[in-house]
């Protein structure tokens, strides 16, 4: 069973991007590292709890359902009937393409998403069969609004990716703190303005570098010139930050601490992130990390 906190408990199931590390069939330097030391980064997902100590009531939130979540679920010591909510940020596999590992265990769970999520990811060509087994119980999120999950008041917030996705913000004890992944350096100012001053902010920190970022998108687009694949990266339109641009991000709303996830295969190895990047105020996340504000 998930272990009782007295705090704000952020727990990170998947440190990784789309295609994990390692990525299957890749021959590159991190990669052969992580084949080697057996370090590894699942697709993301965050567990998020939470001890009432007025009530007593534990509160946990699972953000993001990853093609990797069985395997949380074992390692952790946790399933959906230990869940109070299911939070999608948006539905891209990576996000998404663990639900079909709910099954129904006694009560409904409360799935807060986009409307567009919901009904994509829910239809009858995706994870439709789920509806007639009272997985879930669907709540529409809408920007800005808060609602409350058990004793966390959760905030949704708008941030630009290839579609529509959503960032949050959770508050309990008094705490702050605030997860943008998948999100491009563009971040809305309300957005900003909504996590100005989180005790921890979890964000996007994809690649290092222009080099980097070419080869990883010549994977998708591999008839790309040289010309478009630096136009590509000097376009504010970019799906991820580079992580230069989430330290800018952090120093500019404040965060008292910030981790880095949604990490691509093609980054340095994860040593040697830490040892370029990592202070006291900014971490380079990994699966099993877990902070407490």
């Known amino acids: 069973m ?39 980064r699942k697709r993301f997902g965050l567990l998020v709890e939470h001890d009432d100590e007025q009530s007593g009531k534990k509160t946990r939130i699972l953000l993001d359902a990853s093609p990797d979540l069985r395997r949380a679920f074992l390692q952790y010591g946790f399933s959906s009937k230990d869940l109070d909510a299911v939070l999608l940020t948006h539905e891209h596999y990576d996000h998404v393409g663990g639900l079909g590992d709910f099954f129904y265990e006694g009560k409904t769970i409360p799935l807060y998403a986009r409307p567009d999520c919901i009904e994509h990811v829910f239809s009858e060509h995706a994870y439709g069969y789920l509806r007639g087994f009272r997985v879930f119980e669907f709540h529409k999120t809408e920007f800005f609004k808060p609602f409350s999950v058990g004793s966390i008041t ?19 004890g008094g705490k702050k703190a605030a997860v943008l992944t998948d999100c491009r350096a563009a ?24 080099d980097q970022f070419k080869e990883a998108y010549r994977a998708f687009h591999p008839g790309l010139s040289e010309s478009e694949l630096t136009e590509l990266l000097k376009d504010k339109k970019r799906n991820h930050m580079l992580i230069s641009e989430a330290r800018n991000l952090a120093e500019r709303v404040c965060a008292r601490k910030t981790v880095l996830l949604h990490v691509a295969h093609a980054a340095s190895s994860h040593a040697e992130l ?14 099993g990390m877990t902070f407490r504000v």
């Not at 705090?7 to 990170?12: M, N």
Request: hydrophobic letters at 40%.
């Open 187 to 210: 971040v809305p100012d309300e957005t900003q303005d909504a996590i100005r001053g989180a005790d921890l902010l979890f964000t996007d920190g994809w690649l290092e570098d222009a």
């Open 2 to 40: 998930v272990r009782s906190v007295a705090v704000l408990k952020f727990t990170v199931l998947g440190s990784g991007d789309t295609r994990g590390l390692p990525k299957v069939g890749c021959t590159c330097a991190t990669c052969a590292d992580a084949l080697k030391t057996g370090f590894e």
């Open 274 to 287: 830490v040892r370029r990047y990592e202070t006291d105020r900014l971490r380079i996340g990994f699966d």
């Open 154 to 172: 959760v905030t949704p917030l708008p941030v630009h990716h290839s579609i529509e996705t959503q960032g949050f913000v959770f508050v309990a």
